[in-house]
Every structure is written in C-alpha cells, then in structure tokens.
C-alpha cells in the first residue's frame, strides 16, 4: 500500500514536500517513483529514485527543483518541490518501481495527493 500526503496549494514559487508511507512490501529493496497527472492530461513521470538513494533521476522540467528522497528504516519516500510554477499543478502519485512500464500499469500506484500552484 502507498499513502501519499503533503499535497496542497501555494503560489508561484513557493514549495510543497509530498510523502509517501509505503506498506506491504519491502520497500528497502524497491526502487520507487513519483507520477503526476494534470487535468486533461495524461500520467507524466517526474522522478525515480534507486534502493539506497544512490541514484536519482528527474524529467527535465524538474530538474533543479524538486528533490526525491527516501527513508528506508521508516519506509517513507518523499519529493520537495520547490520554485512551483502554475505548469506543476497535479494530481502527483507515488509509484512502485522504475522505468517507462510504471505508467502502464495503475496498480502500483498511490491514491494521489493535489498539489494546485495558483495566485
């Protein structure tokens, strides 16, 4: 199970940290995801992060201000977003796993958090 939190509204340039609790599996060994989907459009992957946080990886509108971390002894994952634009306002997921198959298939998926970027 994947519960994310930390969603919410803030304006432009201000900064949001999404968690997610991770149950049911062993998260240590799992490299995890966030996904974000903005209204009428479809799922967009933003950033993955390996087993120990050894490597992290961002689409490149991200890149510089969003960070993706974990913490393996509390199964928790976590992405601060900063500089937040009106562009990053979505429904933003945590995921189970890495690479493009992640958007195929919703059953890895969190139930979502909003984070909305308006004035």
């Known amino acids: 199970q994947l519960v994310e939190s930390g969603g919410g509204m803030v304006q432009p340039g201000g900064s949001l940290r999404l968690s997610c609790a991770a149950s049911?599996?062993?998260?240590?060994?799992?490299?995890m995801s966030w996904v974000r989907q903005a209204p009428g459009k479809g799922p967009e992957w933003v950033s993955t992060?390996?087993?120990?946080?050894?490597?992290?990886y961002y689409t490149d509108s991200v890149k510089g201000r969003f960070t993706i971390s974990r913490d393996n002894a509390a199964n928790t994952l976590y992405l601060q977003m900063n500089s937040l634009t009106p562009e990053d306002t979505a429904l933003y997921y945590c995921?189970?796993?890495?690479?493009?198959?992640?958007?195929?298939?919703?059953?890895?998926w969190g139930q979502g958090t909003q984070g909305t970027v308006s004035l």
């Open positions: 992060i390996t087993t120990i946080g050894r490597n992290t």
């Open positions: 995921v189970r796993g890495a690479g493009s198959v992640i958007l195929k298939n919703r059953n890895n």
């Open positions: 049911g599996f062993t998260f240590s060994i799992t490299d």
